[in-house]
């Protein structure tokens, strides 16, 4: 959220743009890894906006934090460039004081490490862990009233003086919000804001087109669009985890964002995927720009929790994933995706995209910026793949036909780089009499949610299916029908991809031979 | 491994356990969270044999590490409670000198942030981000060679005077095998070192029993378990990411393992999964212990690529994930697993167990420790459940048939909490005269290795199946082969429990309307 603000503070000016981050966390939030992440990016960029209260009662569910945790926070984050105080957070003049002295600082973030008891006022459970996960209960609710002098029998009440002291404050608020709301009017950048806080408009974008013959990985196809997209929506904002060459994440002349370059448009995340995934949530829930990130397929598992968190929320984010299969080649088997599509496919409002070729990935990248309530994952290949003809109209419903025959025996399904694979085989079959359909199927949470007529038009019944797919063959039972699915149901190996792929199955003649043997069966 | 060593040194004494860990970490490993997880626990452990190499060059593949890092390293070491050291990697006296140092170290782990230059001694390619994904190719190395002044028509050479250098210790160090062999066979500890370096031996456990009809939630079940291996298997070391209580992982009366504590037995890993997963695959690749970890099952995702690592080294762990669906209630959404069962199932060699209740619970405890070539994960409730009759034999074919009619219209296949549902939807149906069989289907993984005769007996073809589990139903298709599944295809909500399970279609009324909607459409 601070890179949002900061970033938009540059292009409209504080007159428009001029608004702090208060981030409230605990002694959890500081031992989960994604802590350092973030605050090493936040503490690397200046973000003099940003502003954590650091809850430190030294309590967590187990017992107290010394169990675990002996960290010198302070000093922690002033090794990664923060401006950092300690102070009693039961001292409300001390928190007053120590909030200026955060928001007087104009070159770093700021933590402000709060000494707190839990439970502070509670005469038997205050500083213990007792306080943590469970509810005080009803006696110790009471015991405290008493003690802090409130009447023990009235709940859910405000005392006047309090609510008068908030209402205080509020003429002011109303007031500063009309002066915004003018001076926004009256900005010539106003129209330009409303853009920027608009869903993305894509109708002037020069979209690449690819000719069938050519060869190209889909990930190179991706790293085009990119380069349309950044020329039209000026907004665009996004980066990879140190692979942006790699991702074909990188817009091209839009120059890196750091400390005193907030004009320019590439983020440099680190290799800090959960946090890049999590600053993503914060750049899409801040609004103004349009966020997207770029890794390997095979580290979506570092940013998972953060994925989740958008398919909660609802966030329009798109997931650059590239080197989706085994045909990545010599990284091994630590950096092949096996279950990785699988497992995406399996989380709630997560739409997967596996493109099949260059014309798909920008008919993927068209619906992921449509989309508006919910992140979307291209899947991308490191390896060249030939641009297939006709591809990319039908993306939008999960699936198509892609190549046919009057009467057909066999459907072949398959995604991405294996769609090119299944028309190999489609025509080998042909030479031997049996006529297959092939059906591209990037996008399998959209496939179903269409109506019944078009699932079956696609996949009819009564005709034998098979799908091919360089991953896990898990899940496609749902598609196949009990057909048989061609995949890779184990680590993969490293070697060339070529070489690995095929001798996992791969290849035309062994999908040739399981087709028939399938048909053969019957 | 630090821990590992730290732990059996307490209990053999360091005739027989003296050794180091040294890592080897370059820049984009401390910009990963897990290293601030990691060595976080490790300073607060005084973790002092294990030392990191810090090899800092200042690039990473994007380019300099500038783009995004700026932390002060060895500040931040010392807030963890870490000996540091700034040293030029290239000067080898200095080298040396910074290892003496760190062995020297007593009281903290030690790191020494080595200044190097990438690809030092390449004429064109030192010091740039063209020398870290890449090989430096042919050109290059002929003038790296030319440089150093060898031959660089020879390959793969070793000169003379470095092999004689190399070779000129191994005397030495033979003589300390021998001489720490010929301690071990002396040592009045010998059986006891051998049988920490066996397979776990749980011949002697009094393993629990629960009586049919009482009520346990299998998280308490697994808690009572814990407790009886942990009297028989005295190298059974283990902890929780913060939730002991909860998960039902503390060995009572094994203590607190803590810096000066290391007789102790549990582990408090702090809020950090990620470290947590990945200590557990240095317990278990160390060896000399028995290694279990746990939390709730949403927090799966925050382990998952070490997990996935302890996939490919065929690490036998046990991850205890307990409060494994929206049956945990009011935590909500964010706790709530949905898609977590199916997105471990997909990954290869994981074997995922879901006991039905607490004798089911103890199977699966009996059978990850029997396994030793991939981890297990125990997926279980927070909420009660019935003790049912005849669970638990049959678990090790990962299905098996639990109640039965002597002719069946039906099978309903349910996992965990819903086997009781099962059976209760078993009883309705069975006053409206369908006949049902309950198949409880712990672990699938488990189930899909058994041969076609025993899948057919529990499976059998031609009854309609229903898969009852409080998850996505996605996957499901593998084993209901055309019939239905019932699960929740979307995340949870935030209410008691029964409250959300109930709304969700989790009940009795939904399940016998569901079967016989299907029976009667065929």
Redesign the interface.
């Known amino acids: 959220m601070a890179i949002a603000e900061r970033w938009l503070r540059e292009r409209f000016g504080s007159e428009i743009v001029d608004h702090r981050i208060w981030a409230l966390c605990g002694?959890?939030?500081l031992?989960?890894?994604?802590?350092?992440?973030a605050t090493?990016?936040a503490?690397?960029l200046g973000l003099d906006r940003l502003t954590i209260l650091y809850d430190d009662n030294g309590i967590?569910?187990?017992g107290k934090t010394s169990?675990?945790?002996?960290?010198?926070?302070p000093?922690?984050f002033?090794?990664?460039?923060w401006h950092t105080q300690v102070i009693d957070g039961h001292d409300r003049a001390a928190v007053r004081k120590a909030l200026e002295a955060a928001k007087a600082e104009t070159s770093r973030p700021s933590i402000i490490c709060a000494r707190t008891v839990i439970a502070h006022g509670a005469p038997n459970l205050a500083g213990t862990n007792k306080a943590h996960?469970a509810p005080l209960g009803d006696a110790e609710v009471r015991a405290t009233k008493e003690r802090l002098g409130l009447d023990p029998d009235v709940t859910f009440a405000v005392p006047v003086d309090v609510v008068s002291y908030v209402r205080r404050g509020n003429p002011a608020r109303a007031e500063a919000r009309v002066a915004w709301e003018k001076r926004l009017a009256e900005s010539p950048q106003r129209a330009r804001f409303e853009r920027f806080h608009a869903n993305p408009n894509t109708s002037e974008v020069s979209w690449p087109t690819f000719e069938t013959g050519s060869k190209i990985a889909t990930r190179k196809a991706g790293e085009k669009v990119i380069q349309a997209l950044s020329q039209r929506i000026e907004n665009l904002i996004g980066g990879?985890a140190?692979?942006?060459?790699?991702n074909g994440s990188y817009m091209h002349g839009g120059g890196?964002v750091?400390r005193g370059a907030w004009d320019k448009r590439n983020l440099?995340?680190?290799?800090?995927?959960?946090?890049m995934a999590s600053i993503s949530n914060g750049l899409s829930l801040h609004g103004g720009v349009v966020p997207y990130c770029a890794t390997f397929l095979t580290?979506h598992?570092?940013m998972?929790?953060a994925v989740?968190?958008a398919?909660?929320m609802h966030r329009p984010i798109v997931y650059v994933y590239t080197h989706d299969s085994v045909w990545l080649g010599e990284d091994g088997?630590?950096h092949q995706p096996?279950?990785h599509l699988?497992?995406m496919?399996?989380?709630?409002?997560l739409w997967v995209v596996r493109p099949a070729d260059a014309n798909e990935t920008v008919a993927a990248w068209k619906l992921a910026l449509a989309r508006r309530d919910g992140p979307t994952a291209l899947c991308l290949t490191r390896q060249n793949l030939p641009v297939i003809a006709n591809t990319g109209p039908g993306l939008e419903r999960g699936a198509y036909v892609l190549a046919d025959e009057p009467e057909i025996h066999v459907v072949l399904i398959a995604t991405g780089s294996e769609v090119a694979l299944a028309l190999q085989a489609k025509d080998v079959l042909g030479q031997e009499g049996i006529r297959a359909r092939v059906v591209s199927m990037p996008c399998t949470a959209l496939f179903d949610r269409q109506d019944a007529a078009y699932r079956s038009s696609v996949l009819p019944r009564g005709v034998p299916r098979v799908s091919i797919e360089a991953g896990?063959t898990?899940?496609w039972?749902?598609w196949v029908?009990?057909g048989i699915s061609i995949g890779i149901?184990?680590?993969g190996a490293s070697a060339p991809g070529a070489v690995v792929a095929d001798k996992l199955g791969l290849n035309v003649p062994n999908v040739v031979a399981k087709t028939r043997e399938l048909l053969g069966a019957r």
Do not use: Q, W
Request: hydrophobic share 35%; aromatic share 8%.
């Open positions: 002694d959890g939030c031992m989960e890894g994604i802590s350092s992440e090493s990016l503490g690397h967590t569910i187990d169990l675990s945790f002996s960290e010198d926070v000093k922690r002033d090794a990664m460039g996960g990879s140190d692979l942006a060459e790699s890196d750091a440099h995340f680190g290799i800090r995927e959960h946090a580290f598992d570092y998972r929790p989740r968190l398919a909660i088997p630590t096996i279950e699988m497992a496919r399996a989380m709630p409002n896990t898990f899940g039972e749902r029908d009990g149901d184990r680590f």
